[in-house]
T-cell receptor, first 110, second 114 residues
Framework: GQNIDQPTEMTATEGAIVQINCTYQTSGFNGLFWYQQHAGEAPTFLSYNVLDGLEEKGRFSSFLSRSKGYSYLLLKELQMKDSASYLCAVTCEPHDKIIFGKGTRLHILP | DSGVTQTPKHLITATGQRVTLRCSPRSGDLSVYWYQQSLDQGLQFLIHYYNGEERAKGNILERFSAQQFPDLHSELNLSSLELGDSALYFC?????????????FGEGSWLTVV
């Protein structure tokens, strides 16, 4: 089976940096997505990692270690609009199932 | 706007009833995924279709069924509804079924069972 763990909630201050961790145990791992979801809205794509290492995209970066079953999403220069849930999702065989974690609710304080 | 269209946006129905949720994928996308999101739960994978064929099944109840039509739109049928089926149902699409294809979500259909 597949298991994905993320912290339930985190709090950070506007302008700061926050790291949201995700660990997974899954067979047939192919890659890992990060999505952002504001309450009651559709998830929106942030990043996809398939190789080990860091992928940077503006204020957001995502890191993957396949051997450790570990990823993190790094958000810099936090803004109030970054208050949302961040979902870690793995793609795995068979047939590239995409399985989501429960998400991390991030609260940004002024 | 992701390009994925879901209808209806909101639906209230009674226990025991049956409803159909509809999804039109982004133009050119062949894969359609259905997810259920309850209040304290993450996105629960229900089912994946690719070009009209079922590709993967998640924790989909026997009371639920889905299909993808030749024009690639998809429908999720929920029957014998229970209070616990109240949730936000998302459809998502991607161009292909291979790894790394970003999936794009529709706005969801809010189902309330009373």
């Amino acid at each position: 089976g597949q298991n994905i763990d993320q912290p339930t909630e985190m709090t950070a201050t506007e302008g700061a940096i926050v790291q949201i961790n995700c660990t997974y145990q899954t067979s047939g791992f192919n890659g890992l997505f990060w999505y952002q979801q504001h309450a009651g809205e559709a998830p929106t794509f942030l990043s996809y990692n398939v190789l080990d290492g860091l992928e940077e995209k503006g204020r957001f970066s995502s890191f993957l270690s396949r051997s450790k079953g570990y990823s993190y999403l790094l958000l810099k220069e936090l803004q109030m609009k970054d208050s949302a849930s961040y979902l870690c999702a793995v793609t795995c065989e068979p047939h590239d199932k995409i399985i989501f974690g429960k998400g991390t609710r991030l609260h940004i304080l002024p | 706007d992701s390009g994925v269209t879901q209808t209806p946006k909101h639906l209230i129905t009674a226990t025991g009833q049956r409803v159909t949720l509809r999804c039109s994928p982004r133009s050119g996308d062949l894969s359609v995924y259905w997810y259920q999101q309850s209040l304290d739960q993450g996105l629960q994978f229900l089912i994946h279709y690719y070009n009209g064929e079922e590709r993967a099944k998640g924790n989909i109840l026997e009371r639920f069924s889905a299909q993808q039509f030749p024009d690639l739109h998809s429908e999720l049928n929920l029957s014998s509804l229970e209070l616990g089926d109240s949730a936000l149902y998302f459809c998502a699409s991607s161009v292909d079924q291979g790894s790394g294809n970003t999936i794009y979500f529709g706005e969801g259909s809010w189902l309330t069972v009373v």
